[in-house]
């Protein structure tokens, strides 16, 4: 059984840093490309950062480019992201995402995880 599994968010004040972890299973996690999309209230799931599998650039979106970093430990098959300088307009709920080709904003995804809370507020 293939699992994502989210865990790391919470609430943090802005200007806080936070990292997310997606413990992987069920799959061979070092042959697919991983990623970390966000919804947040009233809007659409959006990409924040793509892991590519060896050597491959690494995606991100506009708005986290220099705050955010996605970085994986294929021995431990887990996923990160670790978040700084967070804004009010990073709460979303943060899922991981993994697909056997490149992930992009648009790109067809094969499995997702659960989701965790990320609640940025003074």
């Known amino acids: 059984e293939v699992q994502l599994v989210e865990s790391g968010g919470g609430l943090v004040e802005p200007g806080a840093s936070l990292r997310l972890s997606c413990a992987a299973s069920?799959?061979?996690?070092?042959?697919?490309?991983m990623a970390w999309f966000r919804q947040g209230p009233e809007k659409e799931r959006t990409l924040v950062a793509s892991?590519?599998?060896?050597?491959?650039?690494?995606y991100y979106a506009p708005f986290v480019q220099g705050r955010f970093t996605i970085s994986r430990d294929n021995a431990k098959n887990t996923l990160y992201l670790q978040m700084s300088s967070l804004k009010a307009d990073d709460t979303a709920v943060y899922y991981c995402?993994?697909?056997?080709?490149?992930?992009?904003?648009?790109?067809?995804?094969?499995?997702w995880g659960q989701g965790t809370q990320v609640t940025v507020s003074s």
């Open positions: 995402a993994a697909s056997p080709t490149i992930i992009m904003p648009t790109s067809p995804i094969s499995y």
């Open positions: 069920g799959f061979a996690f070092r042959n697919y490309y």
């Open positions: 892991a590519q599998v060896m050597n491959s650039p690494t």
